[in-house]
């Protein structure tokens, strides 16, 4: 896989793969941990999901300072560094069972991946910009996702044994060693990238840092703590953290905005491309960062999961299996409904009520109350993309490289409208498990999301890498990491989307309408970047890249 590519490309992989292994393994648990009555935080659905989404959409919001800063003063070494010991030292306070200190850990994890993700990105393409490698850039960033999703594989078996034998704390601590392991690996490298790692000094009509935190960043805290206060009820969403994120991100778009006003001829007419390309594949996000929300809630409570014989010994043995009881009111309870139990003493409400049992009928014929059985712990679903991802990515390289050496490659705006298609099509099996189940009536088989996940892992590789990759080929040289930074801006708005869909799940009687809805916003976004495909690829083309 390594040969004939730069001998930084295999550090840069094994750093990535880390570094996504102490994210995803996470993630994965995150809205679990925060539904859990007794040795989480009790929160319901929708609470859950908003959370996930803010936090995820800060996540991906800071590289727009990071990559400013690796760019003009920090180099991306020293930024990489950097953002890997904050968030590794996130992961394992997460490990503190306390709201605020969980507060603290998300906020280290949002500031460390600023500046991690932005320029471990860019400084695979500067590795990729030499005549010898120029033309392996697409293939490169394919091969660098495959190591992002092979950690994101392995960690939620580590992950789910971690949690169901010794608790959350433990998970989340090998969350935090899983990322210094990631900073080692990089440091490691140096020599391989050393020269690669330029700063870019201020250009004519550039904007001192100063002036873009008095512009930007203080009017995103300012515009972040009206929306915060303004009642969320009687505003634009029913969640304070929604509104003030999205009033949060007003300033930031403003600049890029007067980012492309500012630009001169030459440059402006790429700017203008990775522009549109960021608004439209915010949809994209949106649907497919639900994994870790309404997809984790379609595992635990509408697929089958129970283990019986051979298959329940392997996994028990390993502990990847969780030990549900059956209790007759937990048939026929709904999925926003909650039950009175004790926590240290005192009475409250459990809101993530077990109700695996709801949808299995022929339960009330053969279990007894308080019976047993075993089910694979749901936060294993979340492996199910990365394994795609793993066994995709060397076909849809070798599909390209095979299209490259034909002369037919498609353009890399192309790609990108083909997997935002590809990945509307992934909802549509959603749809086919929902009408499978009799709408949550009975259980379908993990197969619905294994192939919901299969195709959408299509897209995904249309469209991630390829998003990087734009990026490194479009962007001034002068301003390619705050360029990455707004790449993962788009990202940051998708997750928030995705965490303000999810959130509505429980309203959703008829789950195919929700599925429906999420089909009908990824097709139209598809539909937008076919038109602009023609104007997109001339713009490649005048800048001498595909």
Known sequence: ?????????????????????????????????????????NMDEKDSASLYGTFIALVFFTPFLGGLLADRYLGYRRSII??????????????????????????LVILGNGFFKPNISTLLGNVYSTPQHKAQKDEGYNIFYMGINIGAFICNFFGAALYTTIGWGAAFIAAGVGMFIGVITFIAGTKHYKEYDTRKPLQPGDMPLWKILAMVILPSVIFGAIGWFMKG???????????AFIFACIPVLVFYVMLWFRSNKDERPALAAMLSIFAVVILFWAIFKQNGSALNTWASRYTERHVEGGSEKVLSAVKLTESIYYKKDSVTAMDNQFRKIKVDGQETKEWNYPSYFKNMPEASATLQEGDAVKA?????????????????????????TWMRRKGKEPSTPSKIAFGLLI???????????????????????VWWLAASYGVVTIGELFL?????????????????SLMMGGWFLSTS????????????????DDKANY??????????????????LKWLNRIMREKGVN
């Not at 890997?84 to 906020?107: D, E, K, P, R």
Request: hydrophobic content about 55%.
């Open 515 to 532: 599925f429906w809805l999420n089909f009908i916003l990824l097709f139209a976004a598809a539909m937008f970047l076919f038109v602009l």
């Open 82 to 107: 950097l953002g890997g010991l904050l968030m590794g030292a996130g992961y394992c306070l997460m490990s503190v069972h306390n709201i605020q200190v969980l507060y603290i850990s998300m906020t």
């Open 493 to 508: 708005i998708g997750n928030k989307l995705s965490g303000i869909l999810a959130s509505q799940w429980d309203k959703y």
């Open 233 to 243: 009820n009687d505003f634009i969403f029913d969640s304070n953290s929604t509104d």
């Open 1 to 41: 896989m390594w040969k004939n590519h730069p001998k930084a490309l295999p550090f840069l992989f094994f750093s990535e793969m880390w570094e996504r292994f102490g994210y995803y393994l996470m993630i994965g648990i995150f809205t679990f941990y925060l539904k859990d009555a007794t040795a989480g935080f």
């Open 464 to 480: 991630s890498p390829m998003g990087l990759s734009l990026v490194s080929k479009l962007s001034p040289v002068r301003i390619t």
């Open 423 to 445: 990945s509307a099509l992934s909802v549509l099996v959603m749809v086919g498990a929902v009408y499978a189940g009799e709408n949550g009536s009975e259980k379908v088989s």
């Open 376 to 400: 694979w712990v749901p936060s294993l679903s979340q492996s199910i993309n990365p394994f795609w991802v793993i066994v995709l990515t060397p076909l849809v390289v070798a599909f390209f």
